[in-house]
């Protein structure tokens, strides 16, 4: 399909949500993607995303405020707040932004929510190219559970196709090369995936002809829709929000097995956001670095890596310090991040978890994670990783040599931390 000739390699960037919530301004992600450009964009970073409520004059943090008046052109569609978004002013949108975005060498994405604004239905505002307006194609007992900006579209209606077709036209015109959509891979309120609007949005990125990748929020999408999921986008969340907590870190290797075997080219289930660095600037959580230690931010990068998901910075990076900029800068990791195929779980016992994937010129990968409390050893042998022979091995984050080794890996790892090794065959 199509689609999948866009993301062949898992999306790597900055979304606003872990740090700003819905109140990100234009000079901050102005501010961020000028750190990209300058500090990241050599290692493929490269698409700088403006997350939810930017059509929010009033925003405050990531707590919404409920049924407030939204920023709307004269066709049902949101448009950003120029409060917010100067250079959006005289109905120009994101394109000014997005301009400046990709004069950096960089690739601009939003977030929307699924459906059509409520102040849309209850204004009866118009359909761009039709004789329909928003109240004739709203479901209007279909909804979001934690926001109230907008009703979902009812597929089967007459205009709904082309609502969906005139917002993308305009994300278009503007620039937009990556579209993450919320409420919509697991409602979790009403229903379950809303699997006739992902279709009318994938007609409607086809229509258009600009290669937006489009990512699907909130999960867990349910792994019976895979195939439908695989078929009509380019990413799709495996969990709800993620956050710097170790819990839902350990729940993430459960996660990744259940997705087991499906990361593809043009097709990349998604562990959602690294909080690193700094976050919750103006968010209702602390405005703080993160909560992760040194060694759990080395499982998560270890764990996202071997398994392919996108990698989306939700730090504010001009606070970055050198800690958090080397784990976003680490050649032989994002090499396998790029490269490696056949991700999957060896061996899990305890609190010991071995991953292994392969290289396109026949290197093996391992990462050994200790979940546990204390310092462990954690081994697996040479045969578990399709190995029949010794190995020279790099360790990837030290990046130490560390010689040829035969028949079994292993590595004193720190309570919830990782190791990541290349071995190649000489």
């Given at each position: 399909?199509?689609?999948?000739?866009?993301?062949?390699t898992?999306?790597?960037?900055?979304?606003?949500?872990d740090?700003?919530?819905?109140t990100?301004?234009e000079?901050?992600?102005?501010?961020?993607?000028?750190y990209?450009?300058?500090?990241?964009?050599?290692?493929g970073?490269?698409?700088?995303?403006?997350d939810?409520?930017?059509?929010?004059?009033?925003?405050?943090?990531?707590?919404?405020?409920?049924?407030?008046?939204?920023?709307?052109?004269?066709?049902?569609r949101?448009i950003?707040?120029?409060?917010?978004?100067p250079s959006?002013?005289?109905?120009?949108?994101?394109k000014p932004?997005?301009?400046?975005v990709?004069?950096?060498g960089?690739?601009?994405?939003?977030?929307?929510?699924?459906?059509?604004?409520?102040?849309?239905?209850?204004?009866?505002?118009p359909?761009?190219?039709?004789?329909?307006?928003?109240?004739?194609?709203?479901?209007?007992c279909?909804?979001?559970?934690?926001?109230?900006?907008m009703?979902?579209?009812d597929?089967s209606k007459?205009?709904?196709?082309?609502?969906?077709?005139?917002?993308?036209?305009?994300?278009?015109?503007?620039?937009?090369?990556?579209i993450?959509?919320?409420?919509?891979?697991?409602?979790?309120l009403h229903?379950?995936?809303?699997?006739g609007?992902i279709?009318?949005i994938r007609?409607?990125?086809?229509h258009?002809g600009?290669?937006?990748?489009?990512s699907?929020?909130?999960?867990?999408?349910p792994?019976?829709?895979a195939?439908f999921?695989?078929d009509?986008?380019?990413?799709?969340?495996?969990?709800?929000d993620?956050?710097d907590?170790?819990?839902?870190?350990?729940d993430?290797?459960?996660r990744c097995?259940t997705?087991?075997?499906?990361?593809?080219?043009?097709?990349w289930?998604?562990?959602?956001m690294?909080?690193?660095?700094?976050?919750?600037?103006?968010?209702?959580?602390?405005?703080?670095?993160?909560n992760?230690?040194?060694?759990?931010?080395?499982?998560?990068?270890t764990?996202?890596?071997?398994?392919r998901?996108?990698l989306?910075?939700?730090g504010?990076?001009?606070?970055?310090d050198?800690?958090?900029l080397?784990?976003?800068?680490?050649?032989d990791?994002l090499?396998l991040h790029r490269?490696?195929?056949?991700?999957h779980?060896?061996?899990?016992?305890g609190?010991?978890?071995v991953?292994?994937?392969?290289?396109?010129?026949?290197?093996?990968?391992?990462?050994?994670?200790?979940?546990?409390?204390?310092?462990?050893?954690?081994?697996?042998?040479?045969?578990?990783?399709g190995?029949n022979?010794?190995?020279?091995v790099k360790?990837?984050?030290?990046?130490?040599?560390?010689?040829i080794?035969s028949?079994t890996?292993?590595?004193?790892?720190?309570?919830?931390?990782?190791?990541?090794?290349?071995?190649?065959?000489?």
């Amino acid at each position: 399909m199509k689609h999948h000739t866009f993301a062949q390699t898992p999306p790597m960037g900055w979304n606003s949500w872990d740090c700003y919530g819905a109140t990100v301004r234009e000079e901050e992600v102005r501010g961020n993607a000028d750190y990209m450009a300058d500090n990241l964009k050599a290692y493929g970073w490269e698409y700088v995303v403006v997350d939810i409520q930017w059509y929010e004059p009033g925003a405050v943090s990531d707590l919404y405020r409920p049924f407030v008046r939204l920023e709307m052109d004269n066709y049902s569609r949101l448009i950003p707040a120029v409060n917010r978004f100067p250079s959006s002013e005289g109905g120009q949108g994101f394109k000014p932004l997005s301009d400046y975005v990709h004069s950096l060498g960089l690739k601009f994405g939003i977030h929307i929510m699924r459906g059509i604004p409520r102040q849309a239905v209850h204004d009866n505002t118009p359909i761009k190219g039709t004789n329909v307006t928003a109240r004739d194609i709203a479901h209007t007992c279909s909804f979001c559970g934690w926001n109230t900006d907008m009703y979902g579209v009812d597929a089967s209606k007459e205009g709904a196709q082309e609502y969906y077709n005139s917002l993308f036209e305009m994300y278009a015109e503007w620039g937009v090369d990556y579209i993450k959509v919320d409420d919509i891979a697991d409602s979790w309120l009403h229903g379950g995936a809303h699997l006739g609007e992902i279709e009318l949005i994938r007609k409607a990125i086809d229509h258009v002809g600009r290669p937006m990748v489009l990512s699907l929020s909130p999960g867990p999408a349910p792994v019976k829709h895979a195939d439908f999921l695989e078929d009509n986008a380019n990413l799709w969340r495996m969990t709800d929000d993620f956050w710097d907590r170790w819990p839902l870190l350990l729940d993430m290797f459960d996660r990744c097995k259940t997705w087991e075997g499906r990361p593809k080219p043009g097709n990349w289930p998604d562990c959602d956001m690294l909080p690193l660095g700094r976050i919750g600037v103006r968010c209702s959580h602390p405005d703080r670095m993160t909560n992760f230690t040194r060694d759990e931010q080395l499982t998560m990068m270890t764990l996202w890596s071997i398994f392919r998901s996108p990698l989306m910075m939700g730090g504010e990076m001009r606070d970055n310090d050198e800690w958090t900029l080397s784990l976003l800068t680490n050649k032989d990791v994002l090499h396998l991040h790029r490269n490696s195929f056949g991700a999957h779980q060896v061996m899990r016992a305890g609190d010991h978890v071995v991953w292994a994937a392969e290289g396109s010129d026949g290197e093996r990968y391992a990462a050994l994670f200790n979940t546990g409390e204390e310092t462990a050893e954690v081994s697996v042998a040479f045969s578990d990783l399709g190995l029949n022979e010794a190995a020279s091995v790099k360790n990837l984050w030290s990046g130490e040599n560390i010689g040829i080794v035969s028949d079994t890996l292993s590595a004193n790892i720190p309570a919830h931390g990782a190791a990541l090794y290349r071995l190649t065959r000489d």
